[in-house]
Each structure stands twice: as C-alpha cells, then as structure tokens.
C-alpha cells in the first residue's frame, strides 16, 4: 500500500482555479469590502506576495505600522479631566476590534471562495488505487468524488469544503518578538543607567496593546500540533504502508511537522517518490528530507510531467 501526500497542484492539475491568484481574482470581483479591509495590513495588489504565498505573507508581510498608529491614537491623556482608568485599555481594545475584524474577514472570504470551486465537470487525470492512502492538503473533494475513494482512507489534513478550513503560518508564538515587529526594535523603551540597571520607559497601554497583538499573531498560524493529535488514530493506521508518494506538494516548513509525524510513524526505511513542479520545489524537498534524515537512496525527485504509465499505482488516463 502507499501513502499520497497531495497539495494545492493536485487540484490545480484537474484545471481546477484554486491558485492563491484566484483568491484574489474572486475577492476583486465579489467581495472588494474584504480586500478593502485588508489593505489596511497587507499589500493587497494582484502582484502581491500575499497571492502567491498566503500563509506564509499572513505573518511576513503583515504592515505592524498599521497597528503601531492605532496604539499613538488611543494613547491616554493623563492631562484630561475626562480621563478615566479605563483609558489606559483604549490602545488594546481598538488592536483587538481591528485585528479580529481582519480575521473575520479574511476567513469569510476564503470558505467562501472554497465553497465556489466546481468539480462537477472534473475529470480524472490520474488512477488512484481506492486501497491506497490519502493526506490532502486540499479542501475540494475530488477524491471523494471524482475518483470514490473511501472516505476512511482520506484525510483532509486541514478540512474540506462546507468544513471551518484552517490556514494560517507556521511560525511558532514564542519566536515573535511583538516590540521587534511593532517598533522594529525587540529592546524599544528599554535604558540602562550608569549603574547598568535596565528600565523600561513603556506606558501601561503599550504593554497591554502589545499583548493583544501577540494573540493577534498566534490565532494567525496554523495550530498543527492540535491536528496531528486530532487526527492520530489515521495517522496510526499508516504503519503497514510500503512507499509514499508527494503529489502537487511546495514543501512549505508550515507543514514540516506533519512530515515529521509521518516519518515518526512509519519509520526511515521506506521509499520516497517526490514530485515537483518546480525548482524551488525540489529544493524545498530536498531540505524536508535532511530533516527527517531520509537515506538519499531512498528518494526519488521526478518533476511532475514524469508521471508515467509504469507506475502501477499512479499512472496517466
């Protein structure tokens, strides 16, 4: 039996418009309030990074000088004979009601860009064995489907369609540092005085800002410890497989750790077929499978036009 790891190519390969461009062509035509709301914190142009590498751009490229501003404009007024003690949560209150706002929208504009994706029309492109494996990185249900695959043997590793989809980056909480990211400086308001004592100059508002902008940053990323636990009773079922297969996959470190529990599972001995498009995708492969110290002899790198008929297991119609 094999195990297919399948990414966004996959769909992409059955002409399905499933590209982070075409989020972007279906927010610019059907929901430009979303893309209106967004550009507040990332640069939202067609040329975007953001729509070529959405997880990632979600925490790389998000513009902190949008939520620095808003810190400087609800800064307390201790002067004010209408200052009140709860003016100093000002600052947090209004990060907050930004951020989640941002996050409501861009959710609503992905499950519902998801949900338009046809596959009536799909046809098969490749011949799936039903007793085979499937961890899908795709939200459509081809598998399901087009190809009636077994719903036992398919993951969606982050859900499917009608399903709350998780996306998000894969940078870990406790690696941001929240004064370097606002104030490009990780030791902003800190002195040290002649006898090298360290003070900080913050005002309370700033710090409780800051706290809510670190939240912001974790309900961002993809919680993928949480989904290999939820989904542990599959990924025990995967000891007997004999070779894996990579399918339409980019390699992203996002979703190394899912890799990482595979290999966990089934151990180093068994053989690799990865697939890739392009070079930076083999490159990519190649860095995942040092991590997991796969033998070289192990692996075998074909660029995804080489998808032959002597495959018993994955051939061309």
């Known amino acids: 039996m094999k195990l297919f790891i399948l990414g966004n190519g996959f769909d992409i390969s059955h002409k399905i418009a499933c590209r982070y461009s075409d989020f972007y062509t279906y927010l610019n035509e059907n929901r430009p309030d979303i893309l209106e709301t967004m550009e507040t914190f990332y640069s939202v142009e067609s040329d975007s990074d953001l729509w070529s590498d959405f997880e990632t751009s979600l925490e790389k490229d998000i513009i902190y000088d949008s939520i620095t501003d808003i810190i400087g404009e609800n ?66 249900e081809i598998l399901e489907h087009i190809y009636r695959i077994p719903l036992s043997r398919i993951l969606h590793i982050h859900n499917k ?35 090298g004592n360290v003070e900080s100059g913050e005002v309370g508002h700033e710090r409780f800002a800051e706290d809510a902008v670190s939240s912001f940053y974790d309900m961002m990323r993809k919680p993928t410890e949480t989904i290999i636990e939820n989904n542990s009773i599959y990924f025990n079922e995967l000891k007997n497989i004999d070779e894996i297969v990579v399918l339409g996959h980019s390699y992203n470190q996002i979703d190394l750790p899912y890799f990482k529990k595979i290999s966990e599972i089934i151990g180093n001995s068994l053989k690799w077929s990865l697939y890739y498009y392009s070079q930076n995708d083999i490159l990519s492969a190649k860095k995942i499978m040092q991590e997991l110290n796969i033998d070289e002899d192990l692996i075998a790198y074909k660029h995804c036009t080489d998808l032959v008929i002597e495959d018993t297991q994955l051939k061309l119609f």
């Open 75 to 140: 800064s307390p007024n201790l002067a004010s004979d209408d200052f009140r003690e709860g003016d100093w949560y000002d600052a947090q209150i209004y990060v907050e009601q930004e951020c989640e706002e941002l996050l409501a929208k861009i959710r609503i504009g992905f499950e519902e860009w998801i949900n338009s994706l046809e596959i009536a029309d799909v046809k098969r492109t490749y011949k799936l064995d039903k007793y085979d494996y499937y961890i899908t990185f795709n939200y459509t």
């Open 161 to 195: 369609v009608g399903e709350e989809l998780i996306f998000g980056h894969g940078k870990k909480s406790e690696d941001f540092n929240v004064r370097q990211a606002l104030y490009g400086d990780e030791n902003a308001f800190l002195t040290v005085d002649e006898d």
